[in-house]
């Protein structure tokens, strides 16, 4: 009897290299540690970071498995791509502390990403014969307000972790020190900023595509498998 072909997709090949990237460097610093004990604070929590974006990248599989659908491809590629550099390249290679910008870059990233999944969340709200005549506007300002909305509640995160365990993710000490007046918030508008500008720049090329042709929001449905 034949076996069955499994048809892998571009998506599951981007999936093996962000896992693979991540075992690699795991198996790296893992040996590091091991052979050079000192200073491991700091390394650990990088290690362990990466550790939990192996489980974090493999989440939408875990989720599939429970429903009849996938999730878009573009969007789980764009969420990998998400995961790879935040996890990866920003904790465990440092680019957060070596480029100035990588974090504003994520947040644009990741706002793109959910105005997208906010025209996701909208065509599983309306029927099929709707998406066809629906406003692309009222569609694409969902999209931006959804990415928006999202983003502007993970601020209220870093500001309750803060808050409660004394973290700084909002970035409102430098070296120790409290900072003050606007300076005290630059970080938080910055990425406010960003995320806007990331919904809006896929809410404004969302609106073209639908305007150009109503198809491409099948690029952003849930497909059966």
């Not at 009897?1 to 962000?18: C, E, G, I, P």
């Not at 198996?27 to 974006?53: C, H, I, R």
């Amino acid at each position: 009897m034949a076996k069955q072909k499994t048809n892998w997709r571009w998506v599951d090949w981007l999936y093996v290299f962000t896992i693979v990237s991540q075992l690699i460097y795991i198996g790296y610093y893992l040996e590091q540690m091991l052979t050079n004990p000192k200073d491991n604070g700091t390394l650990s929590f990088a290690v362990l970071q990466v550790v939990a974006g192996l489980v974090i990248a493999t989440l939408p599989i875990i989720i599939e498995r429970f429903m009849p659908y996938r999730f878009p491809e573009i969007l789980y590629a764009v969420y990998l791509i998400f995961v790879y550099c935040s996890i990866l390249l920003g904790t465990g290679l440092h680019f957060y502390s070596r480029l100035y910008y990588w974090d504003k870059f994520l947040h644009v990233l990741s706002a793109g990403l959910l105005a997208g999944l906010g025209y996701t969340v909208f065509n599983v709200l309306i029927s099929k014969q709707l998406r066809q005549t629906i406003s692309a506007l009222l569609m694409s300002l969902f999209a931006a307000t959804f990415g928006s909305t999202i983003d502007v509640l993970w601020e209220f995160y870093e500001f309750t972790g803060d808050s409660l365990l004394g973290l700084n993710m909002q970035r409102y000490m430098a070296k120790g020190h409290l900072l003050l007046g606007q300076a005290a918030l630059l970080d938080t508008m910055g990425d406010l900023l960003a995320d806007v500008l990331g919904s809006c720049l896929i809410a404004i090329i969302g609106y073209f595509c639908i305007k150009h042709n109503r198809d491409w929001l099948d690029k952003l449905t849930f497909t059966k498998k």
